[in-house]
């Protein structure tokens, strides 16, 4: 079995590890190796961002992960998360925010000294090229990473603007404002030129020409190679070969939130009981590890429109075809983006300066609720005109867990959402339904409403709302918080400085190092957590 030595170990390309893979690669010396279990993702069909729906449920292009059964739940649920070069940051909806600065100061009030706003500001500001004259001045232009302002423009889009302003909803030129409720045109990892911005095509792919920088793709890492109180390398399978590769400072895993806590687990680092059950001696007893899920409850209503008509037509038959053809021979046009078109911030229990809902209002809808309740898998777009507004509720109590159940890394992790798990977050999902109603029955929409289509005008009691949600309620796929950063190994899995406790030369760098989620999609902030990651992790070295 051939090793080799490198100074740094990375193991998966998602949106964190491929910031991470340029950022410790930069010097042109430290010898920097990226594992990752997919493919290359370098294909016309991921540089589309609205032919993510066509990636969709396909294994080359995600990971799928059974969630345990529950008696409220829709049989069969399973969370899929982006596999290949960018992970995620590849097959997503391309939506980016920041968060709110009141996210990383909680974190820096928690004793994590190192990630309050001012902080992640920075990052994000030397990380993005977003280059609007509205932009906020903590916005930044010359990064690598460009964010674009989704185009299209209808009059029920106007309308739904208007709405939001009647609902006192301050309008935002640029949606990324710091400490503010609000709505606007939302922002997209989409560049200049019409294609997605992912971490793989900003970060790595012009890393990748660098002599220091090795990066294998269909590797996937079985084990993390522990000596005494360090771990020294990984062991990995591509092609059918088992090899090892060593790191002479750190390993990282950026694997992602229900990865990396299975590779620490199989490795013998994790909750002693977890092991035991699965046949894993302890190395490391982390009682924390693979515990704090937490995912945005995510659900849509939808209506029928009028006087609008919106996108479900354009993606049937040759409408659709005339799309791609102009992507093709353009990159402009309904194929170059893929977000919902405004996003809106509100504030329902909280501080107006930190949203804890938000929404995405779109004019397409989906298939109606009976064919949901039957079969609650993505389906097709209606022929008919629809708006649909997308709401989640960024700040749950309710945690999970997830846990190996085999020392064989091939056999699936046990996944529990607990979605149910505490009786204020249900009471919340019936109130963020109700103001989503009423977002959609502002005078300004009143010329475009018809009927609503999901729930349904029928579902009107606290009781009917509560049951309708049992098949509405789905994941965010925004989860955080399955290595999370702490400073007391009984509740934490990794340091401020994302240092595995109890190990050296171990760190966790993605979206499961996060102790609380953001307010807003993750994309952003795990590629802003790799950056500053990085600014760690060599500022380490240098000790």
Same mark, same amino acid.
């Given at each position: ?21 340029? +950022? ?10 990226? #594992? ?30 059974? =969630? ?100 006192? !909803? ?26 997605? @911005? ?58 992602? =939130? ?6 620490? %687990? ?6 002693? $009981?977890?092991?035991?059950? @699965?046949?894993?001696?302890?190395? =490391? ?9 937490? $995912? ?17 037509? %354009? ?10 053809? %102009? ?6 046009? !309904? ?26 209002? &779109? ?13 609650? &898998?993505?389906?097709? #777009?209606? %022929? ?5 507004? *997308?709401?989640?509720?960024?700040? /749950?109590?309710? +945690? ?24 204020? $977050? ?19 929409? @009143? ?5 609503? =289509? ?7 009691? $606290? ?15 925004? @989860? ?8 007391? /190994? ?6 401020? +400085? ?8 171990? +760190? ?8 609380? /989620?953001?307010?807003? *999609? ?22």
């Amino acid at each position: 079995m051939a090793s080799h030595d490198y100074d740094y170990i990375i193991v998966g390309a998602g949106s964190s590890g491929c910031v991470l893979a340029d +950022r410790l690669s930069a010097d042109g010396k430290s010898r920097v190796l990226l #594992l990752e279990a997919g493919g290359r993702n370098d294909t016309e069909l991921v540089n589309m961002p609205r032919a993510f729906m066509k990636m969709w449920g396909k294994p080359e292009y995600f990971w799928h992960f059974p =969630v345990s059964p529950n008696e409220d739940r829709p049989p069969n649920e399973t969370w899929s998360y982006g596999r290949g070069l960018g992970g995620s940051s590849s097959t997503n909806g391309t939506w980016y925010l920041r968060g709110m600065p009141a996210d990383y100061d909680a974190w820096h009030e928690m004793g994590l000294a190192e990630w309050s706003w001012s902080e992640m500001e920075r990052c994000f500001k030397e990380m993005e090229s977003y280059r609007y004259r509205h932009a906020h001045p903590s916005r930044g232009r010359v990064g690598p990473l460009q964010v674009t302002e989704l185009p299209y423009r209808s009059p029920v889009i106007s309308a739904a603007l208007k709405a939001g302003e009647q609902m006192g !909803l301050p309008v935002l030129k640029d949606i990324n404002t710091p400490n503010t409720s609000g709505i606007g045109y939302t922002q997209a990892t989409v560049d200049r030129r019409g294609r997605r @911005a992912s971490s793989y095509r900003a970060f790595l792919k012009p890393a990748m020409r660098r002599a220091n920088l090795q990066v294998i793709t269909g590797a996937l890492v079985e084990q993390i190679l522990v000596s005494g109180d360090t771990a020294v390398g990984v062991r990995y399978r591509a092609d059918d070969i088992v090899h090892e590769a060593r790191a002479t400072h750190d390993v990282i895993l950026s694997a992602g =939130v229900l990865q990396s806590p299975k590779l620490l %687990q199989i490795s013998g680092i994790g909750p002693t $009981d977890v092991l035991a059950t @699965a046949g894993v001696p302890t190395i =490391v007893d982390l009682p924390a590890v693979g515990r704090n899920l937490v $995912d945005h409850v995510m659900f849509s209503i939808s209506y029928r429109i009028k006087n609008d008509l919106g996108f479900n037509h %354009q993606f049937h038959g040759w409408r659709l075809m005339r799309h791609v053809i %102009q992507y093709y021979t353009t990159r402009t046009g !309904l194929m170059a983006y893929t977000s919902p078109e405004l996003t809106a911030l509100i504030s329902m229990r909280s501080d107006p300066q930190w949203p804890d809902v938000q929404f995405g209002i &779109g004019p397409f809808s989906m298939r109606s609720s009976e064919e949901i309740k039957t079969d609650p &898998g993505r389906g097709a #777009l209606e %022929q008919k005109p629809g708006l649909t507004l *997308n709401g989640y509720y960024l700040r /749950p109590k309710t +945690r999970g867990s997830v846990a190996i159940q085999s020392a064989d890394i091939n056999v699936p992790i046990s996944v529990d959402a607990n979605w149910w798990g505490d009786p204020e $977050d249900r009471q919340l999902f019936v109130e963020m339904l109700r103001l989503m109603r009423k977002f959609a029955s502002r005078p300004a929409l @009143a010329d475009f409403i018809v009927h609503e =289509v999901v729930p349904g005008e029928e579902c009107q009691t $606290d009781e009917q709302i509560g049951e309708a949600l049992k098949w509405l309620v789905g994941p965010g796929v925004h @989860a955080t918080g399955t290595c999370r950063m702490g400073n007391d /190994p009984k509740n934490s899995v990794i340091d401020a +400085r994302l240092r595995v406790h109890g190990l050296k030369g171990l +760190r966790v760098v993605d979206c499961s190092s996060m102790p609380t /989620p953001p307010s807003g *999609n993750t994309n952003g902030p795990a590629m802003a957590l790799g950056w500053r990651a990085a600014e760690l992790i060599l500022a380490d070295r240098k000790l």
